[in-house]
């Protein structure tokens, strides 16, 4: 009887893990809906962070009497509110929209390098043309999800490891800005000041000490519990105000072209060469999605519609104010370890996410962070986005062919973004698309790599 027993016992364990990597099982609700909260917490940090700093370029949003305010609330809700809508397409779908898998979708860090320098200091009057760039490059995003399958062999490790590599280093800056006390403190006595400093490595050490020394959620979670320690320690010194939690509305819906629609040739063609980088990064995040939760390789029919998501959830996020979209690719790793395929749990956290989305209360709460705690939790991030791109270099035979394409990419994208001076000769928008550095040194990578022969080694 115990030998039966047990069999019954394997048989069921089986079934079970058999029903978690299936993308249409959804499990019990309360099992579900933590799971679905948990995958909205790995990523939160990540998806309202670029708001802030898209916010803090154009040169509004910091500080209680800003009368530009109630923006940076609205810009942070927007990406709670489009990251679950798009993530809702993802594990939906309609039609041929949506990889129908457990992805999920939130604000791209990968576009900032191209963004900042098209809102520098211009305030909310910027956001206009910043918007119709989102817009018109989510359109061209939606498209590529026709030929994504043609286009990588023109995007190797060489060229998609530079591309990584690039936006971490164009973002590393703004995190030491951020954790020395903010632009708008830049040149005062404030500025990298004991006080803030103290408490960004509060929020490291913090964000270390759970990443390396402990599991489950409190790992998972590392980055949000460091940023909740800086917080708890800037509100003991006094630098947390919520005034403008007191002056938010409970309820606020989405407001279509709520700063314009303009048409500029430096925001279209910017959003439309990141999303092409974005659109490669999906495929990179379905392939971890289905390999590591199921154990197979991704379909072209989950890519395709992976894609055409990731575009259209930018298209509409742009007519309502959002920033660009993309996969997550920290909650790739977290499907790989719990093992759980089930594309219904990530909506839970979609749900979740729509409601922040529509609170203005959540959108000020977070807008109280002080930006030094901010910068200790970037730091992180944005060193970790270019330690992954180092990564992805690690897959590339380095030949004199190679090192020359790196070397040569890497040199003009990089110097053009430490000296934006030495463009000063050239019109505002090749000015803008050539001083993130980034775009320059893609275009340079990926038209060597497809030129030079390969027998230079």
């Known amino acids: 009887m115990t030998d039966i027993a047990m069999g019954d016992r394997d048989a069921s364990a089986e079934a079970l893990h058999r029903r978690l990597r299936d993308p249409d099982y959804t499990p019990p609700p309360l099992q579900a809906i933590p799971l679905g909260i948990q995958h909205v917490l790995a990523m939160f940090v990540s998806n309202v962070t670029p708001a802030i700093i898209v916010a803090g370029a154009a040169g509004f949003g910091f500080g209680s009497n800003s009368p530009d305010f109630p923006s940076l609330i609205y810009m942070i809700q927007m990406a709670m509110l489009f990251a679950g809508i798009a993530t809702l397409f993802q594990t939906i779908g309609m039609g041929p929209v949506g990889g129908r898998l457990p992805i999920v979708q939130g604000t791209s860090f990968a576009f900032l390098p191209v963004m900042i320098p098209l809102v520098a200091d211009q305030g909310v009057a910027a956001l206009g043309a910043l918007m ?146 974005s659109a490669i990064e999906t495929v990179g995040d379905v392939s971890g999605i289905t390999k590591g939760g199921a154990g197979r390789e991704a379909t072209d029919r989950e890519i395709a519609g992976a894609t055409y998501a990731d575009g259209l959830g930018t298209a509409i996020a742009g007519v309502f104010g959002g920033l660009p979209n993309t996969s997550f690719s920290q909650n790739v790793g977290l499907i790989s370890m719990t093992g759980v395929m089930s594309r219904h749990v990530v909506t839970y956290g979609a749900l979740f996410l729509i409601l922040c989305g529509l609170v203005p209360k959540v959108g000020a709460l977070i807008s109280t962070i002080p930006i ?20 992805m270099l690690s897959a590339v035979a380095w030949n004199r062919r190679n090192m020359v394409i790196f070397a040569v990419s890497l040199s003009v994208g990089l110097g053009l973004q430490l000296e934006p001076g030495a463009l000063q000769h050239l019109p505002q928008t090749a000015q803008i698309l050539l001083t993130s550095g980034l775009l320059p040194a893609a275009f340079l990578a990926i038209v060597l790599n497809l030129v030079l022969p390969e027998e230079l080694d």
């Open 132 to 277: 119709g760039g989102i817009a018109i490059g989510g359109v061209f995003h939606f498209l590529l999800g026709t030929v994504i399958g043609r286009l990588r062999f023109a995007l190797p490790p060489l060229v998609t490891g530079l591309i990584v590599l690039m936006i971490g280093l164009a973002l590393i800056r703004v995190g030491i800005q951020y954790a020395a006390g903010g632009v708008p403190q830049i040149g005062t006595p404030a500025y990298g000041s004991l006080a803030n400093w103290s408490i960004a490595l509060v929020v490291i050490v913090v964000t270390l000490v759970l990443k390396f020394f402990t599991r489950g959620m409190w790992s998972i979670a590392a980055v949000l519990l460091g940023l909740v320690a800086g917080y708890v320690v800037a509100l003991a010194m006094g630098m947390v105000s919520f005034d403008n939690v007191a002056r938010a509305g409970w309820v606020a819906l989405p407001v279509p072209f709520k700063w314009g629609f303009e048409l500029s040739t430096a925001a279209i063609v910017g959003m439309c060469f990141m999303a092409v980088v």
């Open 372 to 391: 030094t705690v901010l910068g200790g939790g970037v730091i992180v991030m944005f060193g970790m986005v270019a330690a992954a791109g180092i990564n």
